[in-house]
C-alpha cells in the first residue's frame, strides 16, 4: 500500500511531464486561430494521461499507446482534411520525387517551427524545476474551454434581383439567401443547383459553319489562379492588358487536372456533379469539341508533358470526346523536371512548334487545346534545380507569362485569325490556408477555383470597338460555350470588328460550387462552406 501510495504522489507530483509541451504548443495554435479545440476530448486525453498507474509496464503501455492518440487528437483539433482523404491519394504520393516529399513536410512544419519547439522544450524543462507547469497548462485549458461572448453582427440581407429568362440557357434567378444557415439549407442549396444547371445548354446552328473561318486555341494551364498571380506579385503582367474580354469572377468548379479538362471539353452543358464527369456526358450537346468539329473544325491536341499521370490523356479522350493525336515533341529539349520525375517542355517550343505546323496545315479551320503544367508545385526548372516552393513558382509564373506575351505577339504578325482562350484548369493554392498547407489541393477552395478566364481575338483586319469589358458576373465554363458560340453567330471576321461588349452581355450565369472527390465548398450568402461528407457543412476557416 505504501510503494502504491507512494507511486501515485511520484505521479501527481509530476504531472504530465513532457506532454506538457504538446498541450502548450497547441494551446498556442489556438490562440492564434490556427487549430481549433475540443475541449471534451483534450481533457480526457490529459485524465488519461494522469491516471496513476502502479507498474512500470503499464506506465510504459500507456505512454506508447499516447502517442497515437496525440496524433489522431492533434488532426481532429486541426482544420486539415480528413486523414481518408490522404490514405486514398497514398499511390499518387508514391509517385512524386523524394525531394518533393521532402518538401511538403516542411510545410507542415517549417525548420523556424522546430527552432521554436527545441527553445519551448529547453525552456519547460528549466521552468518545471521551479514550478508545477501541469497545472498552469490545466488552467490554460480551462480558461480556453469557457464560452466566450460573441460580437453581434447583423447578417446582410442579400438582394433579390428580378427575375431572367427561363430559357434553357439563361441564368438562374439568384435565391434569398438571407436566412439562417444550416446542414439542411446548404444541402438544399446544392441540390436546387444542380437540378437547375441540369437542364442548361448553349447551342451551335448550323448557319454558324458558314461563318468566315477562323482558328480556335484553348489554353489550359494547370495551377495558376488570382490569388496565385497576386502573391507572386505578378497581377500588372502585360499580358493581362492583351485581352479583349476578361472573366473577373469566374468558377473552375474543381482543383483537380483532369476534372477541369472534362468541365472544359463539355462547356456547353450546365455543371454536372463530380462523379457524374467520369460516365457519358447526359447529352451528346454537351460535348464542346464534338459541336465545334459538326460545324467543320478540325482538331489539335497539344501538351507539354507525357499526359500520362493519373491518366490524363485517357481521361480527355473517354469523358471528353477528344479523339486527336498529341503533337510531337521530338527534338525539343526538356525545361523543367516535373513532380514524378518527368520531362516537362518550354511553353513557348511547344506553341511554336504547332503555329508552325498549323500554317503547313490545309484545314480552313480547327480547334487547339494546349494543356501545360510547367506550374504545377514540386517541378524544379533544370537550369535551376535548386528553387523551391514560392521562389520556383514565381519563377515559372514569370516565364509561362512571358512566353504567352511572346506568342501574342508572333500572332499578331502571323496575320492569322485566331482567337484564343486562356481557361486554366485551377489554383496552385500557393497561400495555403488553414485546411491545406501551400500547394495542397484537396479541397477546392475559393481562392483555388477562382481562375483567370480571357479572350483575345486576332486578325490582320480586326478591329475592336471600345475597351476590354469585363464579365464581372459568377461565370463558369458554360458562359465559355456561349461566347464562343456568339463568335460564330455573329460572324465577326466577315465583318471586320467586334464589340466586346456586345458579345459579353447577358452571358450565363454560374455561382460558385467547387466539387472535388469526397469535397465540396459552396458560396452561400457570399461566404464558402464546405462539406467533407455530403451531408454537413461547416464554414470554410478564412
Known amino acids: 500500500m505504501k510503494k502504491y501510495n507512494k507511486t501515485t504522489e511520484q505521479t501527481m507530483m509530476l504531472g504530465l511531464g513532457w506532454w506538457n509541451l504538446y498541450f502548450i504548443i497547441k494551446l498556442a495554435l489556438f490562440s492564434q486561430g490556427t487549430i481549433g479545440f475540443h475541449p471534451i476530448e483534450n481533457f480526457a486525453f490529459v485524465i488519461y494521461l494522469l491516471i496513476p498507474l502502479r507498474h512500470k509496464l503499464l506506465r510504459l503501455t500507456r505512454t506508447i499507446a499516447a502517442f497515437p492518440i496525440a496524433f489522431y487528437l492533434g488532426h481532429y483539433d486541426s482544420f486539415l482534411p480528413p486523414l481518408d482523404r490522404l490514405w486514398a491519394q497514398m499511390g499518387a504520393l508514391m509517385d512524386f520525387k523524394l525531394d518533393y516529399l521532402l518538401e511538403l513536410a516542411s510545410r507542415f512544419v517549417s525548420p523556424q517551427a522546430l527552432l521554436a519547439i527545441v527553445v519551448l522544450a529547453f525552456a519547460y524543462y528549466f521552468l518545471n524545476r521551479i514550478f508545477r507547469v501541469s497545472i498552469f497548462v490545466i488552467a490554460a485549458m480551462i480558461y480556453f474551454s469557457l464560452p466566450k461572448p460573441s460580437p453581434q453582427v447583423t447578417a446582410p440581407v442579400a438582394a433579390v434581383p428580378a427575375a431572367t429568362s427561363t430559357t434553357a440557357s439563361a441564368s438562374p434567378a439568384a435565391a434569398d439567401e438571407s436566412g439562417p444557415v444550416n446542414d439542411s439549407v446548404l444541402n438544399e442549396a446544392k441540390q436546387n443547383f444542380f437540378d437547375n444547371e441540369a437542364n442548361r445548354v448553349s447551342t451551335f446552328t448550323d448557319s454558324s459553319a458558314q461563318s468566315a473561318p477562323f482558328d480556335l486555341l484553348f489554353l489550359s494551364i494547370c495551377s495558376v489562379a488570382w490569388d496565385d498571380i497576386k502573391i507572386a506579385g505578378l497581377e500588372d503582367h502585360p499580358l493581362f492588358k492583351e485581352f479583349d474580354i476578361m472573366f473577373d469572377n469566374f468558377s473552375a468548379a474543381t482543383s483537380y487536372s483532369g476534372p477541369a479538362l472534362v468541365r472544359l471539353l463539355r462547356a456547353s452543358c450546365g455543371q454536372e456533379q463530380h462523379e457524374e464527369l467520369f460516365k457519358d456526358a447526359p447529352k451528346q450537346q454537351c460535348y464542346l469539341f464534338d459541336n465545334l468539329a459538326k460545324l467543320g473544325y478540325g482538331e489539335n491536341l497539344m501538351l507539354n508533358h507525357n499526359g500520362s499521370f493519373d491518366n490524363f490523356t485517357g481521361l480527355l479522350k473517354d469523358e471528353g470526346h477528344i479523339e486527336a493525336p498529341i503533337m510531337s515533341k521530338d527534338g525539343l529539349q526538356p525545361y523543367q523536371a516535373a513532380f514524378d520525375g518527368s520531362n516537362i517542355y518550354r511553353d513557348s517550343d511547344i506553341l511554336n512548334r504547332w503555329l508552325t505546323n498549323r500554317e503547313k496545315d490545309k484545314q480552313d479551320k480547327v480547334v487547339a487545346l494546349y494543356n501545360t503544367i510547367s506550374l504545377h508545385d514540386g517541378n524544379r526548372i533544370i537550369k535551376d534545380s535548386g528553387e523551391t516552393g514560392m521562389v520556383s513558382y514565381k519563377h515559372r509564373l514569370k516565364n509561362l507569362l512571358d512566353d504567352l506575351y511572346a506568342f501574342f505577339e508572333t500572332l499578331k504578325k502571323s496575320n492569322r485569325n485566331i482567337v484564343v482562350m486562356l481557361v486554366p484548369e485551377h489554383g496552385a493554392g500557393m497561400r495555403g490556408d488553414k485546411m491545406q498547407i501551400s500547394g495542397m489541393r484537396e479541397i477546392p477552395a475559393a481562392t483555388i477555383v477562382h481562375t483567370p478566364v480571357a479572350m483575345k481575338i486576332f486578325g490582320p483586319n480586326m478591329k475592336r470597338t471600345g475597351d476590354t469589358y ?55 450568402n457570399n461566404k464558402p462552406y464546405v462539406s467533407l461528407d455530403g451531408q454537413t457543412w461547416q464554414e470554410y476557416p478564412q
Do not use: C, W
Not at 464562343?484 to 458579345?503: C, E, T
Open 470 to 524: 469585363h464579365v464581372k458576373d459568377p461565370s463558369s465554363y458554360l458562359a465559355v460555350s456561349t461566347l464562343i458560340s456568339r463568335l460564330l453567330d455573329q460572324n465577326i471576321y466577315s465583318k471586320g470588328s467586334f464589340d466586346p461588349k456586345a458579345l459579353s452581355q447577358d452571358l450565363p450565369q454560374t455561382k460558385m460550387v467547387a466539387q472535388n472527390s469526397g469535397s465540396t465548398v459552396l458560396e452561400y
